[in-house]
């Protein structure tokens, strides 16, 4: 047994002829990859503290700016999209590096290899769910919102980590003229002018053919986007229909809005409509990255909050007639709830509301998710 001993040989090495598969390369793109993924991270965690505020957070939510939310969301679904061809360019300057031989060379060579298995893996895996949610295709298992957060952290932590071990490399990279180019052949740096112009090509295309389902001075240019701001009943998109969330037609005389507090009333729709009304310019930003303004027409929350005699700092629990579905209720903290532009509105761009958006009556409220903008409303719960 004594002499045996195991080897393995090389494998045929792969030969690679494109000679744009370096550092300088990689590092290029990751100057602007590593701040899509930033900014995709920033805006993700401002979406998740707006939608699950934990404990009482939900108090220090600000109701202002009113275009927040829109702004936020709009640029982690463009930004996620713009790291779509960013993140395959830069997949394909290191490939080779799959084949490097011998696979590990340390323990600390093994976990520098792990770490970027674990960062390739997080980050396609985020922008491929991310990519299939903006088009509601949920082609897995599990529920899309607690998992690609929860991989956001991952993919963010292995991306500081990698930035890290890369630093003096990305170091001698960063600039037109730092040391590393003078070792590379003049030819290089033309090819890789052409490749970085095609690689942003790609990238304004991408953002201009998408871009203008939030930013929608740009909705002319949609090609791919999965919503037009301006198609569906009014004018504006809808998300969830009547049908789809199993609201049948709304009788007026059958209608009843309840508000619990205090002092609990019930109010007619004919009741409603006489109430002192209010005008307000609002978007519905929707989680999914397509946002749409409109005019709204309704009651301000606030001033069914006082007839009821809610203390100043009490939250709002808006609950809808739908009775089954993740979005059937929301709540709000007192910022929202006591803002002048939130509103239990009736009417949408000068008409009564469509049944798809809410009719008979649906809050609206400025820097808010759009699945936090509950449809047919039928009561407010003042919360202690
Ligand atoms: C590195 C890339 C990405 C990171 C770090 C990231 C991070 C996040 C985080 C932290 C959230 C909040 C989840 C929650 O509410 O708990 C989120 C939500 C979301 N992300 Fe991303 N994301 C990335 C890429 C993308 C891409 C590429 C898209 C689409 C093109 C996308 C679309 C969405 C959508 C639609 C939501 C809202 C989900 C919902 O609340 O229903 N994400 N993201
Ligand atoms: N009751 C109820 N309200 C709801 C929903 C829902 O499914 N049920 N969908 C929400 C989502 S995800 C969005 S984006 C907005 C869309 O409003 P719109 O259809 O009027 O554009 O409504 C929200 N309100
Ligand atoms: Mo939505």
Redesign the pocket.
């Known amino acids: 047994m004594g002499g045996m001993k195991l080897r393995f040989p090389p494998l045929a090495q792969p030969v690679f002829k494109g000679r744009l598969h370096d550092a300088r390369t990689a590092t290029s793109i990751g100057r602007w990859l590593g701040p899509a ?1 930033t900014v ?2 920033v805006t ?2 401002i ?2 503290f707006m ?2 505020p934990p404990g009482s957070l939900i108090d220090y939510i600000p109701s202002r700016p009113s275009w927040g939310y829109r702004l936020t ?1 709009g640029l ?2 463009a930004s ?2 713009a ?2 061809p960013l993140l395959l360019a830069k997949l394909w300057t290191v490939y080779p590096r799959l084949f490097e031989w011998p696979p590990l060379r340390s323990v600390r060579h093994a976990a520098e290899r792990l770490s970027v298995a674990l960062l390739v893996a997080g ?1 396609v895996f ?2 491929a ?3 299939l ?2 088009v509601q295709w949920y082609p897995w298992p599990f529920s ?3 998992v ?2 929860a991989v ?1 952290w991952l ?2 932590g292995a991306l500081v980590l990698h930035i890290a071990v890369k630093a003096p490399e990305i170091r001698a990279h960063w600039r037109t003229r730092s040391p590393g180019t003078l070792t590379l052949p003049v030819q290089d740096a033309s090819d890789r002018r052409s490749l970085l112009a095609a690689v942003g090509a790609a990238v304004g295309a991408v953002t201009l053919t998408t871009v203008g389902q939030s930013f929608t001075p740009l909705k002319d240019f949609i090609l791919f986007a999965p919503r037009h701001p301006d198609r569906g009943p009014q004018s504006l998109p809808v998300n969830r229909t009547a049908a789809a969330a199993g609201v049948g037609r709304i009788a007026d005389e059958e209608y009843r809005l309840a508000v619990a507090g205090p002092r609990p009333y019930t109010l007619t729709l004919d009741e409603l409509r006489a109430l002192p009304q209010h005008e307000v310019e609002l978007p519905i930003a929707c ?3 397509w946002s749409a303004s409109a005019r709204w027409t309704g009651v301000r929350v606030v001033d069914l909050l006082e007839r009821t005699g809610a203390p100043p700092h009490a939250r709002v629990r808006v609950v809808s007639l739908q009775l089954r579905g993740g979005y059937r209720v929301s709540e709000m903290g007192h910022e929202h709830a006591r803002d002048p532009l939130t509103l239990l509105a009736l009417r949408l761009n000068g008409e009564e509301l469509d049944p798809d958006h809410g009719y008979p009556a649906r809050l609206i409220a400025p820097n808010r ?1 759009g ?1 936090l903008q509950t449809k047919w409303v039928g009561r407010l719960e003042v919360l202690s």
Do not use: K, R
């Open positions: 993924f995709c991270f993700g965690l979406s998740h939608q699950h969301q982690h679904v996620g999209t790291a779509i980050a985020e922008l769910t991310g990519l949610n903006t899309f919102v607690p690609h957060y956001a993919v963010t989680v999914e990255g998710p699945v």
